[in-house]
């Protein structure tokens, strides 16, 4: 099984920077495309970025100037740094994995993380 694990969030003053981890564990040689989702009080789930095992990164239009997905294979880790956060940014943010090989047709959640932004 594969477990995934999110950290960073917090309260973060607008225009500030934050930088979430997520921490990939049980199986993480069975993980190919990674990505990070954000879901705000009362909105639908939205993607963020996707990054996949060679490090080939995606970005919603919405998120391309502010966001920075990144994935170190030595340490297991997802990152995603968030700069000049606005108020726009609060939101729970999820990791989310699709499995490869053994796992091939499955996909994994982490619990999420909460993102908050102050004025």
């Known amino acids: 099984q594969v477990q995934l694990v999110e950290s960073g969030g917090g309260l973060v003053q607008a225009g500030g920077s934050l930088r979430l981890s997520c921490a990939v564990s049980?199986?993480?040689?069975?993980?190919?495309?990674m990505e990070w989702h954000r879901q705000a009080p009362g909105k639908q789930r939205e993607l963020v970025a996707t990054?996949?095992?060679?490090?080939?990164?995606k970005y919603s239009d919405s998120m391309k100037d502010r966001f920075t997905i990144s994935r170190d294979h030595a340490k297991n880790t997802v990152y995603l740094q968030i700069d000049s956060l606005k108020p726009e940014d609060p939101a729970v943010y999820y990791c989310?994995?699709?499995?490869?090989?053994?796992?091939?047709?499955?996909?994994?959640w982490g619990q999420g993380t909460q993102v908050t932004v102050s004025s």
């Open positions: 989310h994995a699709w499995g490869s090989r053994r796992y091939r047709g499955r996909d994994f």
């Open positions: 049980g199986s993480p040689f069975n993980i190919a495309d």
């Open positions: 990054i996949n095992s060679d490090g080939v990164t």
